[in-house]
Nanobody
Framework: PLVESGGGLVQAGGSLRLACAASGRIFSTYAMGWFRQAPGKEREFVATISGSGDSTYYAGSLKGRFTISRDNAKNTVYLQMNSLMPEDTAVYYC????????????????WGQGTQVTVSS
């Protein structure tokens, strides 16, 4: 299972760091990432990282504000979110799969329950 943490309420311009803890010995073999879904909108790709952590992929609009990283010794992937804006308000989901660069949600068979991020203006 994937368990997210770190969501919450923050003012615009603030920062949050999401974490996703995974179980299993083969964590480092999986690409990990984040998707998000805002109310009334489709789920969208945020960022992913390869199993080794050498390769990262971002939604174009988020690159520069969001940073994905992982600690394979802790079986945890992180999403550092800076300069948050109200439009970043969404439920953020941790995902795991094989292809790190895939941007379609159905490329990731494993999903967490999601953590709410709310950015107030």
């Amino acid at each position: 299972p994937l368990v997210e943490s770190g969501g919450g309420l923050v003012q615009a311009g603030g920062s949050l760091r999401l974490a996703c803890a995974a179980s299993g010995r083969i964590f480092s073999t999986y690409a990990m990432g984040w998707f998000r879904q805002a109310p009334g909108k489709e789920r969208e790709f945020v960022a992913t990282i390869s199993g080794s952590g050498d390769s990262t992929y971002y939604a174009g609009s988020l690159k520069g504000r969001f940073t994905i990283s992982r600690d394979n010794a802790k079986n945890t992937v992180y999403l550092q979110m800076n300069s948050l804006m109200p439009e970043d308000t969404a439920v953020y989901y941790c995902v795991a799969g094989v292809a790190a660069g895939a941007r379609a949600s159905n490329s990731y068979p494993y999903w967490g329950q999601g953590t709410q991020v709310t950015v107030s203006s």
